[in-house]
């Protein structure tokens, strides 16, 4: 109870400018951490380590919604995509973890790098790759039929993993999604007679349990309120030791709260593309581009 | 920190008590029921100086009155805009209570007629015995209880799981022949119970050489069965919200495993639903059962070499014979067949309601 007392007082106190003085030093710290962290894959380079995508197209049948995409999300950063609605962020997010192939029509070109590796490579295990690459959505969805407990471990369930301690895993998973503290009474009450802001911390824990490598989240706060958005919040900036955060939203202070970059979405009638992508301060203080700039500003959009 | 919170003020609510201010006063209520005392004096005068007689004129002016009163009581009170909407709740009342009248009509007359019959033995004896006019003390529907319950438990093996799975392929494999099989199940749902009654008998008994048996009148009530339970399945499972599937597959289960884990528990009752209807579709029928199981008198457990009974076959045979101690018992049969069925329904969606 205390440490969120704490942080909503910080909000308060501490203005954007301060935030975004805070986002710009991070990437620095953490990608000197990422150098010490990331060495898992033999073989492969360094620098090969995250994700990224080269040139990615998506279709919804003949409709071209999304060109040329080029980004590159390094380990031990948050990454926020923002842009006007329609501009294809949340289409660019389902092609990193191949969810836009669930969509009968769709179709996509180009390449996404996971860890050096494409993950559209022909005989790729594609639950692999989407247990690697998690997911929260924007409407916060637990599985009914489970309790609070049995959600948080039904991707280790669902993708057939094995766990040595089930119950310390919940645990670590609700502290880190921001949840413990409300729940741990009540684990074995079902997940949906949880409030909607606790619904999507549940998923977040769910999400987690699987130890993603990387954790794309679809405006994951829209339907939050202000106190459960700044948990959350706090929870993506906890994660980046571990996890690659993704987040699209149509809140700039919040992009600018919770990212080290961002990238700026936008569609004039044709396919969306990504228009400029900086790091988080630059984006909002210096923009390149006179469209984010108009963007950010709230001139249009 | 948290010092800076100030403690909330504790204060005294017992002096509000909770209150419904959207019920009817005691004066409306009052007024309500006039209207209807009214019209249940109305009517019989009515009734008296017309030319409508009998019991069913009598309803019918009383219907007619009440709704008037209705109407002249909503316009009163509210104006013109409520006419429309108190005929259309009286009309509304009025099939709730006509779909409920023969329902209930039915279940009296089946009890009235059937519970005389009732002895132990109706539930310990067979008719191997005892003649079917022979006294109550004797003989019972043992034979016939077992061969339903044994009509639709093997029914039930057979269409329920290929029921399911055939929702499961217009649901979430999609494949290519989608369209076929729905048309198919949906064209198979019209078959006329003793076609397919005479389909088994044809193909199985006549052409293969086999016998009358249990199990060719579960194969003609499966025939039945499946398509209630794949399209009822089907209604259910397509209820279930998209994201869920989505959450399960982007936690990188297959999607065999999302289905299994997500998408069917989540429709677990809507499940349960469809078999209820599939059962109480077949465990009523006769017509199948006279070309397959033939019907007999003795209890007879084996489903594959003789002939055996169930209970709307003996309620069938009983009734046929004229003699009153027999048709008796056939209403006890009808009697015991509504309990049976009941009795199955209670289990289903208590089995569905139970946590793991
Ligand atoms: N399932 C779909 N079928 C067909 N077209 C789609 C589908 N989903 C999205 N689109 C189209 O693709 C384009 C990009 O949509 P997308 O959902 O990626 O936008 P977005 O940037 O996430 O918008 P928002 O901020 O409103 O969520 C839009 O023109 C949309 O109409
Ligand atoms: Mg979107």
Known sequence: MSDVMEFEGNKDNISTKAYLEEAVSQPEISSLASVASHHSAPGSQPLGTGLEARGVHAWFGKHHALADVNLDFPAGTVTALIGPSGCGKSTFLRTLNRMHEFIPGAAMAGEVLLDGKDIYEPGTDVTKIRLKVGMVFQKPNPFPSMTIAENVLSGLKLAQLKTTNKDDLLEECLHR?????????????????????????????????????????????????PGSTLKIEETVRQLIESVIVVIVTHNMQQAARVSDYTGFFLSDGGPGQLIETAPTSEIFSRPKDPRTEAYVTGRFG | MSAQVPELEVRDFSSVSPQKPWKLSPREVAINASTILIALILSPIIVQVTPLKGKLGLVLTFILVAMVGNIVLSFLRQGVQAIGNSIASTFIYLAA??????????????????????????????????????????????????????????????????????????????????????????????????????????????????????????????????????????????????????????????????????????????????????????????????????????????????????????????????LNVAIDRAWTGALVLMILVLILFVLARLASGRKK
């Not at chain 2, 269409?159 to 929702?167: F, H, M, N, R, Y």
Request: hydrophobic content about 50%; some cysteine; proline content about 5%.
């Open chain 1, 177 to 225: 999604a921001g949840l413990w503290n409300e729940v741990k009474d009540r684990l074995k009450a079902h997940g949906g007679s949880l409030s909607g802001g606790q619904q999507q911390r549940l998923c977040i824990a769910r999400a987690l349990a699987v130890k993603p490598e990387v954790l794309l989240m679809d405006e994951p706060c829209s339907a939050l309120d």
């Open chain 2, 97 to 322: 209570g006509l779909v409920l009248l023969p329902v209930a009509s039915i279940f009296f007359t089946v009890i009235m007629r059937g519970y005389h019959a009732v002895r132990i033995n109706t539930f310990t004896q067979d008719m191997s015995v005892t003649q079917s006019d022979g006294p109550y003390t004797e003989g019972g529907a043992l034979h016939a209880i077992l061969g339903t319950l044994m009509l639709v438990l093997i029914a039930s093996l057979i269409s329920v799981p290929i029921g399911i799975l055939t929702a499961l392929y217009l649901t979430e494999v999609k494949g290519r022949a989608e369209g076929t099989i729905r048309f198919l199940v949906q064209a198979m749902s019209g078959v006329p119970s003793i076609v397919a009654g005479l389909f088994i008998y044809s193909v199985l008994i006549v052409g293969a050489g086999g016998h009358y048996s249990g199990f060719a009148g579960a194969l003609s009530l499966s025939i039945l069965m499946l398509p209630t339970v794949a399209r009822t399945a089907e209604e259910v499972l397509k209820l279930i919200p998209r994201d869920l599937r989505e959450a399960g597959v982007a936690l990188g289960g297959t999607q065999w495993r999302t289905v299994v884990m997500v998408v069917v528990p989540a429709a677990r009752s809507g499940i349960v639903t469809a078999i209820i209807l599939g059962v109480a579709r077949v465990a009523g029928e006769t017509a199948p059962l006279l070309l397959t199981i033939l019907g007999s008198t003795t209890t007879h457990l084996n489903p594959t070499d003789a002939p055996i009974s169930a209970l709307p076959l003996y309620t069938f045979n009983l009734l046929r014979t004229g």
